[in-house]
């Protein structure tokens, strides 16, 4: 069965500061797709990862996924209170006609 | 604005009742998928329809029903509602059939909440 872990679950930090969250997986993944969801609102595509080892950059968030397509990582430098929001990691399933997605990082940026 | 609409915004029902939540997909796109998501969790997948075909079923519960119609709008038909069933119901487009490399795009959703 094919899932994707996110870590950690919640994360609560100041403005200004660094962070990094994990989307991971024991199964290979074709692609990876990162998407934000405001409070009441509908996820966001932010960026989709195809290649292993491939790094994309996103203004603050740098998007990396894993050599052997099994897991991906974000990392936001120098928090805004707008980064705040539930990251979700999505990927393809082997039959191809729908994504696995991720529980979320909801990620609290405060001011 | 992701140019997919939903309709009700909002939606209080009783226990036992049936509703119909309503997806229009943006212009062009091919594929409407439905999503649950309860309260502080992640996107749970119901179903995918292609062109008016069922592509891809999820953890959709019997009572639970969808089609697209020749328009390429579809619905979301939930029947003898349980509590449990509230959350929020989420409708998404994409250009092809497939997920893998194509962005999906959200409406805003349909609020469920049944008393």
């Known amino acids: 069965t094919q899932l994707l872990e996110q870590s950690p679950q919640f994360l609560s930090i100041q403005e200004g500061e660094n962070l990094t969250?994990?989307?991971?997986?024991?199964?290979?993944?074709?692609s990876l797709q990162w998407y934000r969801q405001e409070p009441g609102e509908g996820p966001v595509l932010l960026v989709t990862v195809v290649t292993g080892g491939e790094v994309k950059k996103l203004k603050r968030l740098t998007f990396q996924f894993g050599d052997?397509?099994?897991?991906?990582s974000l990392h936001i430098t120098a928090a805004q209170p707008g980064d705040t929001g539930l990251y979700l990691c999505a990927g393809p399933m082997d039959?191809?006609?729908?994504?696995i997605w991720g529980a979320g990082t909801k990620l609290i940026i405060k001011p | 604005d992701s140019g997919v609409t939903q309709t009700p915004k909002h939606l209080i029902t009783a226990t036992g009742q049936r509703v119909t939540l309503r997806c229009s997909p943006r212009s062009g796109d091919l594929s409407v998928y439905w999503y649950q998501q309860s309260?502080?969790?992640?996107?749970?997948?119901?179903?995918?329809?292609?062109?008016?075909e069922e592509r891809?079923?999820?953890n959709i519960l019997e009572r639970f029903s969808a089609q697209q119609f020749p328009?390429?709008?579809?619905?979301?038909?939930?029947?003898?509602?349980?509590?449990g069933?509230?959350?929020?119901?989420?409708?998404?487009?994409?250009?092809?059939g497939s997920p893998s490399y194509n962005e999906q795009f959200f409406g805003p959703g349909t609020r469920l909440t049944v008393l």
Do not use: M, P, T
């Not at chain 2, 309260?39 to 008016?52: C, E, M, V």
């Not at chain 2, 069933?85 to 092809?96: E, G, I, Q």
């Open chain 1, 21 to 30: 969250v994990y989307c991971n997986s024991s199964s290979v993944f074709s």
């Open chain 1, 68 to 72: 052997a397509r099994k897991d991906s």
């Open chain 1, 95 to 99: 039959s191809n006609y729908q994504l």
């Open chain 2, 39 to 52: 309260l502080d969790q992640g996107l749970q997948f119901l179903i995918h329809y292609y062109n008016g």
């Open chain 2, 56 to 58: 891809a079923k999820g």
């Open chain 2, 71 to 83: 328009d390429l709008h579809s619905e979301l038909n939930l029947s003898s509602l349980e509590l």
């Open chain 2, 85 to 96: 069933d509230s959350a929020l119901y989420f409708c998404a487009s994409s250009l092809s």
